[in-house]
């Protein structure tokens, strides 16, 4: 075949990803559970357990992290972590709205201070995406005011506290208010003489990394405070190159970057994949932080993993990585005064 008789080229494009920004992967958003299963070739018989998204929980997902769901697959680990099923209206003993005893360590709107040193500010009460094992998500937010405006009662609290040394800003995700709020915030944090570190929760750089702009990183690396970014990552499917682009740039910044991981039947609940998982986020800058046992929310009992399985998974993951790609394995409880790890003799 000569030059004259070959077919055209296809042009090289950007991915999909890069096609749109941030905001406007958050207007598009899937909400609708029967566009979710038509876009990934499933039909509802397949996924018997389906149940109704219109709640106070309602269904939420990037199409960034729906592209990375497996088609045709109803049993995929993605899709598990944001398909609400009919399950999630049963009461089991032990969950409850508020496992963590939040509301009871809310001393101003929108910050929670339950442990000494640090405390937590709610930056707002949106999330990109729903996961349905969500410990927030029955939190009241209005109550809670995350807004801009009424930060100032919560940077008052933490000015008259001078043994508080870190703030963590967390929601919602933190990374859903605009880069010109969060600078702002920051810059009235920055004043606090006794503040040294500044903590970030976010499942934001995962789920849509185009979040992670240039005037992003800019507030982010630009002040005094030592910043520590925790992104959520639960399984090794969630790291496309789009996701493991944005986290070597955010790694070759000054930016602490560490991961937080749930461990959920059905999804990760195997050595094969939690070892995978942290293996992927060394590659990418990322170092492995915690594995949390689930926290005892109602609606999330189906991720429930027992204790012995727990604790049998996590001494195969010790035989499995060296020492610093092994996340501490912990638990939450409400009356502790710091995370719990969890005993495996």
């Known amino acids: ?16 990803w890069q096609s749109k920004s941030w905001q406007q992967e958050l207007a598009d958003l899937i909400r609708d559970p029967q566009e979710l299963l038509q876009l990934l070739g ?15 929980f309602p269904l939420k997902v990037p199409r960034p992290y729906a592209a ?33 005893a939040e509301q009871s360590a809310n001393p101003v709107p929108g910050l929670i201070h339950k442990y000494r040193g ?17 410990f927030r998500r029955h939190f009241p937010y209005r109550q809670n005011n995350p807004r801009f405006s009424h930060w100032q009662k919560a940077i008052d609290y933490i000015h008259s506290d001078n043994t508080i040394e ?11 208010a605009s880069d010109r709020q969060l600078e702002k915030l920051v810059a009235k944090l920055v004043l ?49 190159q789009s996701v493991h682009c944005m986290l070597n740039k955010l790694a070759q910044t000054n930016l602490t970057l560490l991961n937080q991981t749930v461990l959920l039947k059905g999804v990760n609940n195997n050595v094969h994949t ?8 060394f590659q990418c800058g990322v170092l492995p932080y915690y594995l949390h046992q689930l926290d005892p929310v109602n609606g999330a009992a189906r991720f429930h993993v027992p204790n012995t399985e727990s604790i049998a998974l996590y001494q195969d993951l010790l035989a499995a990585l ?4 092994v996340p501490r394995f912990v638990k939450e409880e409400a009356s502790a005064t710091s995370k719990t790890p969890i005993s495996i003799m």
């Open 1 to 16: 075949m000569d030059d004259m008789t070959k077919p055209p080229m296809i042009p090289r494009t950007d991915p999909i």
């Open 42 to 56: 499933l039909e509802a018989h397949q996924l018997p357990e389906l149940g109704n998204a219109k709640g106070v």
């Open 68 to 100: 990375r769901i497996n088609r045709a697959d109803p049993t995929d680990p993605l899709l598990a972590q944001i398909l609400c099923t009919a399950a999630e209206n049963d009461c089991h003993p032990g969950f409850s709205d508020d496992p963590l």
């Open 118 to 134: 640090r405390v937590l500010l709610i930056v707002t009460s949106n999330c990109a995406i729903h996961c349905r094992y969500c």
């Open 166 to 176: 870190e703030i963590i800003l967390s929601g919602g995700d933190p990374m859903m």
């Open 192 to 240: 606090i003489p006794h503040l040294k570190r500044l903590r970030i929760h976010t499942r934001l750089p995962v789920v849509i990394p185009q979040r992670i702009t240039q005037q992003c990183l800019n507030w982010l690396t630009d002040h005094r405070l030592q910043t520590i970014m925790v992104i959520h990552c639960n399984h090794p499917q969630e790291i496309d």
């Open 274 to 281: 939690l070892a995978a998982l942290s293996e992927d986020l």
């Open 322 to 325: 060296p020492g610093y790609l």
